[in-house]
């Protein structure tokens, strides 16, 4: 059972340019959050996509923005790139369609991308 | 806004020894979820031990067990019989019972073990 995998594992990129960010959701899982993680801070959330539409959004502009594919895979967008978006972004997925507000449903993380700013 | 904090940027253990992690947080919600997760330098978090604030007993699990005080906000979290294999960064995360979307991490703690 292939976990949650992301790609690409490293990327550099200059100052004002585009990147996008790819996550495979991990077998059975519908939901994929996706975070920010700086250099010696802990992950921050970005935002949440379920059925196709993001569902909730952390403190990030809109240069940031996402997509999720029927297969329920998922893009990271992030546009006009500064150098303090370098940065460890994780995805992570889980299965929302039991969640209920009392029910658990456990958030499994890739390997991350690091992205390079120059 | 809920907040975690992990006051010590950096432990040593002795192998086999047993080290305690800090971890408080701030919400003024009743009802939530606490997390450690474990960070190796492959850079994938996993999960170590999950604690339902509306449970009293202690979760344990394994060589891994945390103390959790919900009127001091504090969810330390106890490694006992110290491996190698435990050296990274762990991280202490809230989430609220009623949104599971958002997830509040620590600055974190990197853990070293002397063998």
């Known amino acids: 059972d292939a976990g949650v995998t992301q790609s690409p594992t490293h990327l550099i990129k200059t100052r004002g340019q585009q990147v996008t960010l790819r996550c495979s959701p991990k077998s059975g899982h519908d939901t994929v959050s996706w975070y920010q993680q700086a250099l010696g801070q802990g992950p921050q959330f970005i935002f949440q996509y379920y059925e196709e539409e993001e569902r909730q959004r952390g403190n990030f502009p809109d240069r940031f923005s996402g997509h999720q594919y029927p297969n329920y895979s998922s893009e990271l967008n992030v546009n006009a790139l500064l150098l303090g978006d370098s940065a460890l972004y994780l995805c992570?997925?889980?299965?929302?369609?039991?969640?209920?507000?009392?029910?658990?449903?456990?958030?499994?993380f890739g390997p991350g991308t690091r992205l390079t700013v120059l | 806004a809920q907040t975690v904090t992990q006051s010590q940027p950096e432990m040593s253990v002795q192998e086999a020894e047993t080290v305690t992690l800090s971890c408080t947080y701030d919400t003024s919600e009743s009802d939530y979820y606490l997390f450690w997760y474990k960070q190796p330098p492959s850079r994938q978090m996993i999960l170590v031990i999950r604690?339902?604030?509306?449970?009293?007993q202690n979760a344990t699990e394994n060589r891994f067990s945390v103390n959790f005080q919900k009127a001091a906000k504090s969810f330390s979290l106890k490694i006992s019989d110290s491996q190698l294999g435990d050296a990274a960064m762990y991280f202490c995360?809230?989430?609220?019972?009623?949104?599971?979307?958002?997830?509040?991490f620590g600055a974190g703690t990197r853990l070293t073990v002397k063998p």
């Open positions: 995360a809230y989430r609220s019972l009623y949104n599971n979307n958002d997830m509040r």
């Open positions: 992570a997925s889980s299965f929302r369609a039991l969640a209920g507000v009392f029910s658990y449903n456990e958030q499994f």
């Open positions: 604690q339902e604030a509306y449970k009293q």
